[in-house]
Structure formats: C-alpha cells, structure tokens
C-alpha cells in the first residue's frame, strides 16, 4: 500500500507542477512566435493573483478568478501594441532585454497601485480537504490539476485543430510564407502575448489561495517556471506540462522528505543541470537553443 505521506506530497507537487506548467506554456509561446524570453511572465502570474484578491470581494471567487484572468489578457495584448510593436528592430535579445523593464514596471506599477501587502484569498471549494488513498489533500490542489489537464487539452485542441490555431502556428514558423497567404506575423505576435498573459494570470488566479501573493512574488514564480521550461524543452508546449509537473514533484519531494529550506534552490539547480547536460531539454531539439 502507498505510504500516505507519499501520495499527499505527490499531489501537493503535481498540484505546483500545474501552476509552473502553466506559466511555462506562456514562455514557449512567446518564444515560438519571437525567439525571445518574456521575462514579464511572472509578473502577469503575480497580477493574476492581486487583481483577483481585489474583486473577490465583490463576486464569488471564480468569477473573479476569470475577471483577473480576462484582465491580465487585456494587459498582455496592450503589452504588444503599446511596448513591442512599436520597435523597429524585433530582434529576440532586444524583445528580451524589453521585456526585463516590462517586468519591472508592471511590477513598480502595481505595489504603488494595490500596495506591498501580501493578499489571499479563499479557494474554489473553501477550506475543504479530501482523503486521496489515505491522504488528506486541500480541494485547490485538485482544482489546480483539474484546470491544468483541461488547459493543457484545449491547447492541444486550438493549436492541432483550429483555423486559428493553425495559422498562429504557420506564422511563428515561417512568417513570409504566412504573409503569402495573408497571415500576419504582428496579428500572430499580439495573438502571442495575449495567450501567455491569460496563462499566466489564470496560474496567478488559482494558486493565490495556496500561498498569498504580494507584487514581488512574480520574479521566483516565473523563473522557476523558466527552469520548467527549459526542462521540458523550450519551444515545446508538451515539454512545458512535463518539465513543469516534474519541477514540482521533485520541488515538493525535497521539502517534504529533507528540509524546505533547500526547495526554492531546487529550480536553480535543475537550470545549471539542464543547461550542462541537456541544453535543448528533455522533448526539446538541438537546434532550438541555437534561436
């Protein structure tokens, strides 16, 4: 029989394995349409979080979690149209080194609009817990693995299957043969930062009533995420759930079973491994990194 403890701390980890999948879904979307690191993403995480600690009070909690997300959407696409499209050099380090001050003015922005105080509020089923094979498991880790499976399935579903999803592909991957048939590689771009700003503040949204979130929490969250990323294979959305769920389990095994002062360290460590003995990532190409 499966030890109790075990199971309780396998869920727990999948449960932050989602979030950080999540959030790594964001990077490798950005990353396929630009070829360049948004360094932003964390902090879409973290406004996630806020804005939905600051309508709960108004609605129920998911409907404000959907508020938070369709608002850090909205923060996303205006991201594009007001910061990177007006760039005249797209090149992938200058979207990158933009995205670092996008990053830390949101992030300015936001602790002198909604303060420096950490805020949290209750989960989608309360305070309740269930009994998982003997273990006693908080209902918004379930939520958290529940929405994680149907993201990820309707990600699967828009970009394999879908017109839209089709043509965003198509743009990311050859922009002149797309603008042929007139797709447009700047639509596809915007298309870009909306989808990763929606990941980002839906993972913000739901793992706040875990752990309260206060405006600098979005850095930790979204390296950590990077480092999911980059363990899955970046670039690759199906490399993002992978690493992002094992990051999570080994995150949470080594808190569990050895100290919690060593978890946070956890992320860095399998970035330094992963860039020294797998730089393209588990399901990730060689030639990617060269990007």
Known sequence: MLDAQFIQLLLAGLGTGGIYAMIAVGFNIIFKSTGALNFAQGEWVMMGGLFAAVAVSEMPVWQACLLATAAVTLVGW??????????????????????????????????????????????????????????????????????????????????????????????????????????????????????????GGLAGAIITPMTLMSYDSGAMLGFKAFSAAMLGGLGNLYGALLGGLLLGVLETSIGGYLTTQFKDGVAFLVLLLILTVRPQGILGRPDVVKV
């Open 78 to 199: 205006l991201s594009d149209r007001v910061v990177i499209r007006p760039l005249r050099n797209h090149a992938p380090l200058t979207l990158t080194l933009v995205s670092v001050g996008l990053a830390i003015a949101s992030k300015s922005l936001v602790m002198l609009t909604l303060g420096k105080n950490p805020q949290g509020y209750p989960g989608l089923s309360g305070a309740r817990k269930f009994e998982v094979l003997g273990a006693h498991v908080d209902a918004q880790t379930l939520w958290i693995l529940a929405i994680t499976v149907v993201l990820m399935l309707l990600t699967h579903v828009f970009f394999a299957h879908t017109r839209y999803g089709t043509a965003l592909r198509a743009a990311c991957a050859n922009p002149e043969a797309a603008a042929l048939v007139g797709i447009s590689h700047r639509g596809a771009i915007a298309a870009s930062f909306a989808l990763a700003a929606l990941y």
